[in-house]
C-alpha cells in the first residue's frame, strides 16, 4: 500500500516525490482520453462521420451528468484533502460520503427528466432527421448508466486523495481497457454501430466503478463511508468549492451547442463532425494540463490544511515552470501532427479532413495560455477558494468563450469558430494572473 504524500517541511519538497502523485493522476486523465478517442476512431470507421456528429449533439448530455459527478468528485475531495491535512478525519469522512449521497440522487433525479422528454431536447440540441435516431440511442444508454458516469469520478478522485493515486489511475485504465476491447467487438465485429459504441462506454464505466466500491470495503486506508453527522451545510460546502468543474462541463455543453448551430451554418454536417474531431483531440493536450493540475492538488490541499504555506509556494514554482514550457511543446505538436491526428477520423482529402485540420491549428493556439489558466483554477480549489476557481472557468470556459463564438465568426466565418478559443483563452489568462499575484499576498 502506498504512503501518503505529506510534507513536514519545503526542504522535504521534491520533483520525484511530486510525480508519485502526478504520474499517475496524468495517466488516469490521458486513458480517459485516449478510449474516448478510440470510441470517435471507431464510430466514424464503421458507422461514419454522420455518427460523430450524432455523438457530438448528445454530448451537452454527457457533460451535463459529468458536471454534477465533478461537482462533489473535485470538490468533495479537495475539502477532504484540507482536512486531512488539518487531522479532521471525521469531517474528510463525512465530506466523502455527502458527495456520494447527494451526486447520486442528483443526477439520478436529472437523468429522468431528460428521459421524459428526450426527443425534444436533441432536437434543442441540433439534432436532425439524419441524426435523431442514432442521437436517441446514444443518450439513453448514457442515462441509463447515470450511476455509472457518476460513480467513476466520486471515486477516482477520493481513491486518489485517501493517498492512492496509483490505484485510481488502474480503476480508470481497466475501464477504458474494457472500453476499447469492446469497441473492437461490438462496433468491429457484431456491426452494432453507435448501440455498441456506448454499451462499451458505459460498460467500461461500471467496471471502474465496482473496482471503486472494492476498495473502499477492502483496502480502504483513511477514507470511509459513514452515515453519522452528515447534514446539508456540509454537502452545499462541497459542492460550491467544486463551481468549477461543474461550470466547465456546463459550459463545454452550452458552447458545443453553439459550435454545432455555427458550423451547421457555414459547413452543414460536415462542418459538425469536423467540430467533433476537434473536440476529441483537444482532450489529449489539455489532459496533460488537467492531469498535472489535479495530481498536485491533494498535496497543496494537505499543505494549506496544515498551514505550510512554505511547501505550497515551492510546489507553485514547479507549476509555473512546467506552464511555461509544456503550452509552447504542446503547441508545436499540434500544428505538426495536425493532418496525422485527424486522419484517425475522416479520410484525408475529405471536406471534413480539410476543416479539421486547419481548424486544429487555428483551435490549438488557446493550448498556449490554457494550462496555466487550468493550473490556477485547479490551486484555487483545492485551497478551498472555489468562487475564485469558478470565476476562472466562468470566463474561460463560458462567458468570453460564448462572446468569441458569436462576434469571431460573423468576420470570420469558420476561423472565427476556431479563434474564439485562444482568445477566451488569453483575456481569462490576464484575470488568472491577478488572481495569483493577489492570493500570494496571503499565504
Known amino acids: 500500500m502506498e504512503n501518503l504524500t505529506m510534507f513536514e517541511t519545503a526542504q522535504e519538497v521534491n520533483f520525484k516525490k511530486v510525480l508519485k502523485f502526478i504520474i499517475p493522476t496524468y495517466l488516469t486523465s490521458f486513458f480517459n482520453t485516449l478510449y474516448t478517442i478510440v470510441d470517435g476512431i471507431f464510430v466514424s470507421s464503421y458507422v461514419g462521420t454522420n455518427a460523430l456528429a450524432a455523438i457530438n449533439i448528445v454530448y451537452p448530455i454527457v457533460n451535463v451528468l459529468t458536471g ?20 479532521k478525519r471525521k469531517r474528510a469522512n463525512q465530506a466523502l460520503s455527502v458527495s456520494i449521497l447527494l451526486s447520486m440522487a442528483t443526477g439520478m433525479f436529472l437523468a429522468l427528466l431528460i428521459l421524459l422528454n428526450l426527443s425534444q431536447i436533441l432536437r434543442m440540441l441540433g439534432a436532425t432527421k439524419v441524426t435523431m435516431e442514432q442521437c436517441k440511442i446514444y443518450s439513453f444508454l448514457w442515462l441509463v448508466g447515470t450511476p455509472a458516469v457518476v460513480g467513476k469520478e466520486l471515486f477516482t478522485y477520493f481513491i486518489r486523495v485517501d493517498g492512492s493515486p496509483t490505484y485510481s489511475f488502474f480503476t480508470a485504465l481497466a475501464g477504458g481497457v474494457m472500453n476499447i476491447g469492446l469497441d473492437y467487438l461490438l462496433i468491429g465485429h457484431l456491426h452494432m454501430g453507435i448501440l ?140 505538426l501532427l495536425a493532418p496525422f491526428g485527424v486522419s484517425f477520423f475522416a479520410e484525408a482529402g475529405s471536406k471534413v479532413y480539410a476543416i479539421a485540420v486547419s481548424g486544429m491549428r487555428l483551435y490549438g493556439l488557446g493550448f498556449l495560455f490554457s494550462g496555466f489558466n487550468i493550473f490556477v483554477a485547479v490551486r484555487m480549489m483545492a485551497y478551498g477558494k472555489g468562487h475564485l476557481s469558478g470565476t476562472i472557468t466562468f470566463l474561460r470556459s463560458f462567458a468570453l468563450l460564448l462572446l468569441f463564438l458569436v462576434i469571431l465568426p460573423i468576420y470570420w466565418g469558420m476561423n472565427g469558430i476556431w479563434l474564439a478559443v485562444p482568445a477566451a483563452e488569453i483575456l481569462t489568462l490576464i484575470v488568472s494572473l491577478w488572481i495569483v499575484l493577489t492570493s500570494e499576498k496571503h499565504l
Open 68 to 87: 454534477i459527478a465533478l461537482l462533489f468528485a473535485t470538490g468533495g475531495s479537495a475539502m477532504a484533502a484540507l482536512y486531512i491535512g488539518a487531522g
Open 196 to 335: 455498441g459504441a456506448a454499451l462499451a462506454t458505459v460498460l467500461g464505466l461500471v467496471l471502474s466503478v465496482l473496482m471503486g466500491i472494492y476498495y473502499f470495503i477492502r483496502r480502504k486506508k483513511r477514507l470511509h463511508f459513514t452515515v453519522r453527522g452528515l447534514s446539508m451545510p456540509m454537502g452545499v460546502k462541497c459542492a460550491f468549492n467544486g463551481v468549477s468543474e461543474f461550470v466547465n462541463q456546463l459550459a463545454i455543453a452550452i458552447t458545443t451547442i453553439v459550435f454545432n448551430r455555427t458550423a451547421m451554418i457555414f459547413a452543414g454536417e460536415d462542418g459538425i463532425a469536423a467540430v467533433s474531431i476537434i473536440m476529441y483531440l483537444q482532450f489529449l493536450f489539455l489532459g496533460v494540463y488537467f492531469g498535472y493540475s489535479m495530481g498536485i492538488s491533494p498535496l497543496l490541499g494537505y499543505a494549506y490544511g496544515d498551514h505550510k504555506f512554505e511547501i505550497c509556494k515551492k510546489l507553485e514554482k514547479y507549476s509555473y515552470r512546467f506552464f511555461t514550457i509544456v503550452p509552447i511543446m504542446i503547441y508545436a505538436i499540434t500544428f
